[in-house]
């Protein structure tokens, strides 16, 4: 017998039926994880049974349910809910009987009387207008059961009805047209996470009462073309797996369709929105059409998704537009749509062509592009070429840089520089709003808790900002916004009177005005490199200006013993020119800059606090000297031609030869005056019709002074002109920022 062998014959048997046994246990528990895990595991939408106390909705119950509504928020309702409702052909008894007993039992009643079809399954097909009363578009007047209210309101919406239906004859170009019957619901209609397996067809229907379809589901095609809803609609958290279409549909009242999802193809054209309409967190999986509709009140789309195509082409949006957090996979389009008020795309995400082409943008609104995830290596935001850059907008400059320079990359490969420099004008601008805020906000990195109490921050805000300012600096605003207790009702209240960062030293205070007052001076003069005219038009008030003064110091001497002074005719012309060159540079100005009156403040502090005071010692001193009656200015009698005078001073050199080529100007001509401003025009600008100078002998030093003044301040102006038009110019442009 060998070692291991059991001794007793039975022992070996025995094991082998253990080992069958623990087999059969083990598949057995397999078996029942695995049904269980089929039981427990949630079925997808387009499989998921009818709710557990769901029945079949017969005869009986539903003649027993109609002779008994329940009350329902005020409302008489006939009560369906937890039903299978079978409403297929092939159940053509139940389908007849159904519709009849129900439209029989609402005609009766003259109060209005609801239906609550509420976690409900309906097979087949709901028709609504066997439902419900069924009324032509023209002529026939409303039966007696309804109210005063409700004919007034129905016989509008039906004259508003009757005239959209003759306009899309009209661009149809159809000559004969079915006559168009229409459906009335007066009561409210409640389908609360009802799900609808056939077609549902609420075309051309009043809806009296309000409508909610919370959780709905609509595996087929949904049509509430010509739809009309008076009072709230909830679609919120509905699933639409068909195609959806609201054509021509009218919203009186607040619309939710919030966290709903389509997944077929959505049409909402020619529709009308009177108050808020809420589709934020809906997501749209296929194309997309909300074109040619009229939004009243505010728009919310915030946070949805768009995988497909997306058109609002031609809309009409009364109040703001949402778009906050939204996605954008694919194109979309505001092709002649217009914005009466802001645009948010606050953290919005443009991962295609937006088209904002022909858009009008009224006056206050704008598009906020704050947080925006914009590539433009990927995507691209179209407008029309010098009016899209000015929509764009932003609260801060504080996190939103990238997102500039994105938009300005944007058009600068389309070409469309003015667009470009237009969004790097409004960078400049608030660039220099954090400035301004550096030097005069209170800096609550070193500010005391009462110093803060009395900026907005309450007691607890205050000693928080405090503790947490003690283990590190606050460098941001988005820092400040981390603190526990500072809500964003607070930041908004508090932003505009702080700053952030490290506080500045004197000599850093001292370079940040500096460097202030000239980014002031690119804005206010060139509007930061984007306007030529602005800066014509400054130049050709300075002309003026220092025209005007050439004239006086020259024509205007003395007045005894001999006096030297100009004509009466003389002196008209001249203060005429003036105001001629004025009056035309004050309206280049309004036209072109955006704060015209502080441009003039900047401009008038420039050119005449110095100039003034020059004449008035000048005069003041009197003029004693030889050559007095002889004009200070002389003139190039060799060429007459236009000159480009960049290189020339305005004082003819001191050796005796060049006196032999230049001549006294003609004051005593009629047109003299013209040869002063010829010569201010030549000194500021550094171009003319000919080369008037300075004369070199016998000439008061404060005159000289004047001239050179104004040369020295013709060089600045002549550089701004260069950088904008170097700006403004597409080839140049794009030969600087491309080489």
Known sequence: MLPNQPTNPFQKFGNLKGIKLHSLLFRFIAIALLLSILVISPQPSWASPSPPDAVPLTLELLKARLKAPVQLEGSRTIDLRHFVIDLRPDNAEFDNQFYRLIQEQIQRSAPPLGLDLSYSKILGELKMSDLAFRIPLY??????????????????????????????????????????????WRGPLLLAQTRFEGFINFTNTFFLGRVEAQGAIFPQDVDWSGARFSRKVNFSGSIFQGEVRFRNAIFFDRTRFSQVEFRGAVNFQSSEFQSAANFNQAVFKQLTNFSRILWQDN?????TQWQDKVFFDRDKFGRSLFLTEATFEKAVSFRQAQFNRSVNLRGASILDQTDFADANFAKGSYLNVANLQFDPK????????????????????????????????????LQQVADANEIEYTVEKLRLKEQRQQLI????????RWHLQSLGFSEKQADAIIQAREQNPIRSFNELLKIGGVDFSTYV????????????????????IFRGLGLSCLLLLTRYGTSVGLIFGIEMIGIAHFGVMFWLIDRFRRLRPKPIVPTRL??????????????????????????????LAYMEATLLPIPLLLMIFLYWKGRYHNLLTTTYFVEDGTLRQLRFLIGRLPIIPDYPFFRERYI??????????????????????????????LRDEHVPGLITTLVWYQWGIGMLYFALLLWTLSRTIPGLNLLIYFK
């Open 139 to 184: 002529g026939k007047t409303l039966p007696p059961i309804f109210n005063e209210a409700e004919q007034a309101q129905f016989e509008r919406d039906r004259r508003r009805l009757s005239q959209l239906n003759q306009l899309s004859r009209s661009l149809l170009i159809q000559t004969q047209v079915e006559p168009v019957q229409i459906t009335v």
């Open 299 to 303: 728009a919310d789309f915030s946070q």
């Open 378 to 413: 990927q995507a691209t935001i179209l407008g029309d070429p010098g009016q899209i850059g000015k929509a764009f907008s932003v609260p801060n400059l504080e996190g939103n840089e990238i997102v500039m320079r994105n938009l300005v990359q944007n058009f600068w490969g």
């Open 441 to 448: 906000g209170t800096n609550i990195n070193n500010a005391t």
């Open 493 to 512: 209240k508090v932003r505009d009177r702080i700053a952030v960062g490290e506080p500045l030293t004197l000599t850093g205070r001292i370079l940040m």
């Open 570 to 599: 003389e002196t008209l012309w001249s203060l005429g020119g003036f105001c001629v060159l004025t009056l035309m540079g004050l309206a280049i100005v309004f036209q072109s800059s955006d704060r015209p009156w502080l441009t």
């Open 664 to 693: 006294p100007i003609l004051w005593d001509r009629r047109w003299g005056w013209l040869i002063y401003f010829d010569f201010s025009l030549n000194n500021l600008l550094k171009f003319g019709f000919n080369d008037i100078r």
